[in-house]
């Protein structure tokens, strides 16, 4: 029995203190930020002499969006002779004929757009993106997927900044077309506010790497090929080629002021598989560039936030452990005084999960204009980061084994209001069996949180509750939106 709960503990232990970690670098993400937080000059000087811009909208089956992107798109205030669009369209539906009636439309009304197909999907988005680029015209190249809806004055706020030659990149802050919809897209919302907010803040005014998120944001061209092109050998190919431009000394610049809305996911399914690609390709990402980081000559604050950068989704493999090991501790807890010093160690790291609240609540602060407003979201939002642990897990595993897995895009269904359907329509992500584990797990923790009333450990509880409702959550959710 004490070999059995020695090694109980020892994992258990060693799992907390690891994922206390990620708790101790939001708190110094949250500490640069709020050093930084306030507002820079966001657009430099008018100059004359404006570059060749081409917009890029790399897209795959797309037929209840394209319109609404198309129409925001050509809507946009620059100079027509300056001003080229790209619609890299990969798609295998009947969303290539109504772009191209779309495309003939906004020619013959005097818009330069071009329709560009491929033979195959090699690379996926990045391939797109790539072949786009060498029949791009313009000096600086935009991309916007596809459920994107940029602001008009976007070019005119944003090209500016390229004034310094230095400048590489530019990337604007997103907004949420369907923050409201559900509980899950204003999850969401939140979590996507503090990344845009708090973390490329913290980032880009101390001198830090920080990234290109796939849209809503500006290249120079020569930055891109002076970096070696869009590479296809990650499922983040925008944080891949951001940390291998940086590397080459570009500036990359970020525009919290500025913002261009999108829909965000509103079915759990989807939301996974984003997830899932997103916290695979930054382990890829980081198995790939980070030994070229860490010997190159770039400043030990920036090694070390590029580190805890890409590889902050390890959480998720660690998390794993006290998914599985919580109940045998609270039984130890229950059974051994000693152990009550144990559990008292896992007060100290959800402690830390103060960070949570603190960091999101000064991104809604900012982002909405009231951190009051998100407060009663902060319970869901932990629940679901907790509810996503396998779905992201397995990511992780993934990325670590050097299994290849496609790029699987994001569905997209034209949902804004609270009225708007999208139950009946194509495109539905892909439902896995790794929901079964979500419910048995749900069914784990509902039982660990009757152990623990029964047993007085009272202050167990709420954290038992949090586990409880993400799984629970996120697996009742993936069945009943499954295709």
Known sequence: MAGWSDIVI????????????FGVHRYSLLYLYLRNRIPHPELPPQVDGLPKVTVQLPIYNERYVIDRLLDSVVAIDYPRSLFEVQVLDDSTDDTSDMVAVKVESLRAAGHDIVQIRRSDRTGFKAGALQNGLEKAKGELVAVFDADFTPDPLF??????????ESVGM???RWDHLNRDYSLLTRIQSILLDGHFVVEHIARSRTGRFFNFNGTAGIWRKS???????????????DLDLSYRAQLKKWHFVYLDGVTSPAELPVEMNAFKSQQHRWAKGSIQ??????PEIWRSAVPLKVKVEATAHLSSNLAYAVMIIPVFLIFPVLILQASNEIYRAVFFYSVVFFASTLSVTLFYLAAEKRATGSARAALKYLPGLMSLGIGMTLNNARAVFEALARKSTPFL????YNVVGRKDLWKKKIYKARWSTLSLIEMVLAVYFFVSVFYALTAGLYLAVPILLLFLFGFLYVGVLSMLHRA
């Open 10 to 21: 020892t994992f258990y232990v060693i799992a907390m203190a690891f994922l206390a970690l």
């Open 155 to 164: 070019l005119r706020r944003v090209v500016p900044h390229f004034q310094d």
């Open 170 to 172: 530019v990337q604007t």
């Open 223 to 237: 930055c891109i090929e002076s970096a070696g092109g869009w590479h296809f050998d990650t499922l983040t190919e």
């Open 285 to 290: 990402t980081a198995l790939k560039l980070l």
């Open 409 to 412: 895009r994001t569905p997209k």
